[in-house]
């Protein structure tokens, strides 16, 4: 059974750090991309960034890089985002999702992902 549970969320104050976990089961990292994505009130589904261990590099959306750095850990069973200098704007609800593979968008497109966390809360008090 495919899960993906979000933690880390909460309420900090502007210039504060997060890491959010992705707990992943029921399938294995090295065939999976996981991807992190946000959603404010009133907004759509805003793709942050994407782990993969085929790719070269990890890739962060602009609003979000060099603040931001993606990893996994050594099992492969989380997925982390690590989010610094956080600004009131980044206040959203935080998933992780895995894309479906092969892949069938752009990594960003909440479109290409067909399991989801339930989401982490993120709010940033200015």
């Known amino acids: 059974q495919v899960q993906l549970v979000e933690s880390g969320g909460g309420l900090v104050q502007t210039g504060d750090s997060l890491r959010l976990s992705c707990a992943l089961s029921?399938?294995?990292?090295?065939?999976?991309?996981i991807g992190w994505f946000r959603q404010a009130p009133g907004q759509e589904r805003e793709g942050i960034s994407y782990?993969?261990?085929?790719?070269?590099?990890?890739y962060y959306a602009p609003s979000v890089k060099g603040r931001t750095a993606i990893s996994a850990d050594n099992a492969g069973k989380v997925v982390y985002l690590q989010m610094t200098d956080l600004k009131p704007e980044d206040t959203a609800i935080y998933y992780c999702?895995?894309?479906?593979?092969?892949?069938?968008?752009?990594?960003?497109?909440?479109?290409?992902?067909?399991?989801w966390g339930q989401g982490t809360q993120v709010t940033v008090s200015s």
């Open positions: 999702a895995r894309r479906k593979a092969p892949f069938t968008t752009a990594w960003d497109d909440p479109a290409g992902y067909n399991y």
């Open positions: 029921g399938f294995s990292l090295d065939y999976y991309t």
């Open positions: 782990f993969s261990k085929a790719a070269s590099r990890p």
